[in-house]
């Protein structure tokens, strides 16, 4: 079955880029002149996605305002004549059929994907995390739905991260079957960099079969008191093979302050507008260092 819908969980409190987050969603957080969900979406819809849902925690309408329509905004601009601001406006109103819920609590990953039960159905259904934004060739969701066309099992986006970091991922046990292709043996959320079975880290794509849901209704409360998706996938595994796929692109964790600011240079860098002076700039900044 073709995968259509796309969940987009955005329900964190976003305590790792505070003070900012304490009033504003960190997914609004701008890189250049979007919001990072705003990537998310366009890389759901470059592959191929027809609807998408986005889990929302308390205080984030901004999210769902930023894809709404504006007309005292649109009517403003067009009685200025702004013809092309009007048009980026007009089509990010009309980019997406986006659906929202909100997660009442905050329980973690797998409580909040556990909220879009009713949306996806009997569907396979893909994940893309609102922290985690990919700057590839192919888009790297579309990757992974590629793959899930040629397998039809559960598969995961996984990249090898430096072994110092394992501690900060769901971390996969399992053996090469095919070219950047994986059986999963084994799930551990945010494992001891000693006890780590691998460096090959759960990177914020995953395409899920349904059947994670009775799985994550089965799941118990684990690391950081929470229910985790890669706990579910693991009770998952039991009855369904689960694949990773090593997707390729670069990823940016937007959540996290370096990351972001590692984002926001390199994706200036390649605006269309403003890559040239850019490049300037930087090159004379680096110049006074």
Known sequence: MKVRKAVIPAAGL????????????????????????????????????????????????????????????????????KTDLLKISEDLSEMANIHFVRQKEAKGLGHAVLCAKAFVGNEPFAVLLGDDIVDGEVPALKQLMDAYETHESSILGVQHVAKDQVDKYGIVDGALIADRTYEVKRLVEKPSVVSAPSNVAALGRYILTPEIFEALEKTPVGKGGEIQLTDGMDILRETQKILAYDFSGKRYDTGDKLGYLKATVEFALKHEVLKDDFKDYVKALAETL
Do not use: W
């Open 14 to 81: 976003g305590t790792r880029f505070l003070p900012v987050t304490k009033a504003q969603p960190k997914e609004m957080i701008c890189i250049v002149d979007k919001p990072a969900i705003q990537y998310i979406v366009e890389e759901a819809l470059a592959s191929g996605i027809e609807e998408i849902l986005i889990i929302m925690g308390r205080n984030k309408e901004s999210i769902a305002n930023h894809f709404d329509k504006t007309p005292e905004l649109d009517h403003n601009l067009a009685a200025k004549n």
